[in-house]
């Protein structure tokens, strides 16, 4: 995978936190911190991505089914004891 080199410009504010990160033993250095930070982001848009997915499916499966809850606890019990 290639790299490539970015210029970017951070608050005082946060590049001490940054810097905190590192001193914390979180990150190696400035680079590190930033990609871990893109990484989560991706995951997150992934995952909310799914859960809109799975709304629309839930939206457009039909009105909703009355839901037995006794009914429910007893098919619970009798699979898993």
Same mark, same amino acid.
């Given at each position: 995978?290639? @790299? $490539?080199? /970015? @210029?970017?410009?951070? @608050?005082?504010?946060?590049?001490?936190?940054? /810097?905190?990160?590192?001193?914390?033993?979180?990150?190696?250095?400035? !680079?590190?911190?930033?990609?871990?930070?893109?990484?989560?982001?991706?995951?997150?848009?992934?995952?909310?991505?799914?859960?809109?997915?799975?709304?629309?499916?839930?939206?457009? !499966?039909?009105?909703? /089914?009355?839901?037995? $809850?006794?009914?429910? /606890?007893?098919?619970?019990?009798? $699979?898993?004891?």
């Amino acid at each position: 995978m290639g @790299t $490539v080199r /970015k @210029t970017i410009t951070l @608050t005082d504010q946060q590049d001490d936190w940054i /810097k905190a990160q590192i001193e914390a033993g979180h990150y190696t250095n400035d !680079s590190e911190y930033i990609r871990d930070l893109i990484r989560r982001e991706q995951e997150r848009r992934t995952d909310i991505e799914a859960i809109r997915a799975a709304l629309i499916e839930g939206e457009a !499966s039909g009105e909703p /089914k009355a839901f037995d $809850v006794a009914a429910f /606890k007893q098919r619970m019990l009798a $699979v898993h004891g």
